[in-house]
């Protein structure tokens, strides 16, 4: 590597939360091991679904609200790289920038935050907190008398509105608690056939302008490939559903060797319908595995039901 400031440089841009600061932190250092002479300097943003918190995230534009202000700050040449949760990340990103490089998958599943007992223990009509409309719906399959409310904000204050006693539990990602060392409160970790995962829940993903050789270079050592094709799947069959925050969509993938299976699932708000289905191929497949699940699910009636969550 070069010596001058410029070559030796890169700057992560990332939100101010305590998890994009620790998956922002976690790159930077991997990097700079990894890389002796580099030097890696964090951009903290404030995006606007950090600003606006009052609002259930499907009534003000979804997904996209985590990253648009991370994305601007790279295509405006003040930022090198952006880290994400793939979870947070919209089907479609701006044509100059892309991202090649995943890292490996943590825990992917959901999990309860409440008293000991998990889900079962929850008193007759409990009030449990989740902003995610995929996880509303499918815990209202599993217990039909629990009042859902919208809850938002970053892991620190959700748990923070637990424990003042707003609700009797919160669901979140066991990701994000495991990587901040938060896991303490978890009751209940839901086995994906109780609740599917988002798409790229569990993930960080690296996203950069196209064709930054030295960027690209410098983070391709962070590569995980089940990750990286587990996602391609679980990516295809959102795009397949052009699903974002405001309907109810789940997809998770998991590799066996070289077989890779993925599952999808779109549930009725109410978790009265749920259409699922299931694929399994090759892993050189993902993507065409992704949308194939896309396929079945549209053929079963998930279009009826995303156009009717749609106008709702």
Known sequence: MTTSSHSSLVRIATRGSQLALWQAE????????AHPGLKVELLIL???????????????????????????????????????????????????????VVLTREDPRDCLVSPPG????????????TSSLRRRSQLALLRPDLELRDLRGNVTTRLQKLADGDFAGIVLAHAGLKRLGLTG???????????????????????CRRGDARVEGLIEMLRDADATDALAAERALNARLQGGCQVPIAGHATLTG?????????????????????????????????????????????????AAIGAH
Not at 26 to 33: C, D, G, I, S, T
Not at 78 to 97: G, Q, W
Not at 269 to 290: N, Y
């Open 46 to 100: 404030k995006t606007t679904g950090d600003r606006i918190l009052d609002t259930p995230l499907a009534k003000i534009g979804g997904k996209g609200l985590f990253v648009k202000e991370l994305e601007q700050a790279m295509l405006a040449g003040e930022a090198d790289l952006a880290v994400h949760s793939m979870k947070d990340v919209p089907v479609e990103l701006p044509a100059e920038l892309h991202i090649p």
């Open 118 to 129: 998990g889900l079962a223990a929850l008193p007759q009509g409990a009030v449990v907190g």
């Open 258 to 306: 070289e077989t890779l299976q993925i599952e999808g699932l779109v549930a009725s708000l109410d978790g009265r319908q749920v259409i699922r289905a299931v694929r399994r191929g090759r892993r050189q497949e993902a993507a065409s595995l992704g949308t194939a699940v896309g396929d079945a699910l549209l053929a079963d009636g998930a279009a009826a039901l995303l």
């Open 185 to 207: 409160g978890i009751s209940q970790s839901f086995a994906p056939t109780q609740m599917l995962p988002a798409i790229g829940q569990g993930i960080i993903g690296l996203e």
């Open 26 to 33: 976690h790159v930077k250092a991997r990097l700079e091991a």
